[in-house]
């Protein structure tokens, strides 16, 4: 069926270790994919998105590769921050519906 | 540019009493979703209009929830009678046309519901 698995939170981090959230996917055809942070307290909000194979999502110092031969779409950063604690959701968009995963919380300590 | 609007953002009822909550989409955006959140896990898709007509609506249990769009802009989601297992958030989101995968979907803050 179509889904997306995500790595199981909570990850902990020390501020400027590098970040690595694994997310795959399965779904027919070639689905867009979303990464979507949700902040203590505020509603989910698109951080980056990638629309066909081989792209790569940006924002914030975060990225992302649509890897479709491991249909992957990992998020990552070299260096987080403190205000990068979060909730992040892998998501992806085909046949008219948009599907999350289950999320993983990161949390940074200083 | 307002964003997507939701209400009440808490509410808290007995189970079996009904409830309605309320969205307010981004204007001009066609597409509407209603999802529900329980704590812990992902959003779920409950029902996606396309305007005021029913896109997908395959996991809205549909003996006791509904969801109208009328004149294809504002939305309301109803639970009746509500289960101890309802208690989640309601995410209201919009976006300009669903069926373009590559366009984003804008989140309200959603409704956190109680059922005791």
Known sequence: GNSVTQMEGPVTLSEEAFLTINCTYTATGYPSLFWYVQYPGEGLQLLLKATKADDKGSNKGFEATYRKETTSFHLEKGSVQVSDSAVYFCARHSSYKLIFGSGTRLLVRP | ?116
Not at chain 2, 3 to 11: F, I, L, M, T
Not at chain 2, 17 to 37: D, E, K, M, R
Not at chain 2, 70 to 97: H, M
Request: charged fraction near 20%.
């Open chain 2, 1 to 116: 540019e307002a964003g997507v609007a939701q209400s009440p953002r808490y509410k808290i009822i007995e189970k079996r009493q009904s409830v309605a909550f309320w969205c307010n989409p981004i204007s001009g955006h066609a597409t509407l979703y209603w999802y529900q959140q329980i704590l812990g896990q992902g959003p779920k898709l409950l029902i996606q209009f396309q305007n005021n007509g029913v896109v997908d609506d395959s996991q809205l249990p549909k003996d006791r929830f509904s969801a109208e769009r009328l004149k294809g802009v504002d939305s309301t989601l109803k639970i009746q009678p509500a289960k101890l297992e309802d208690s989640a958030v309601y995410l209201c989101a919009s976006s300009l046309v669903g069926g373009q995968s590559n366009t984003e979907a804008f989140f309200g803050q959603g409704t956190r519901l109680t059922v005791v």
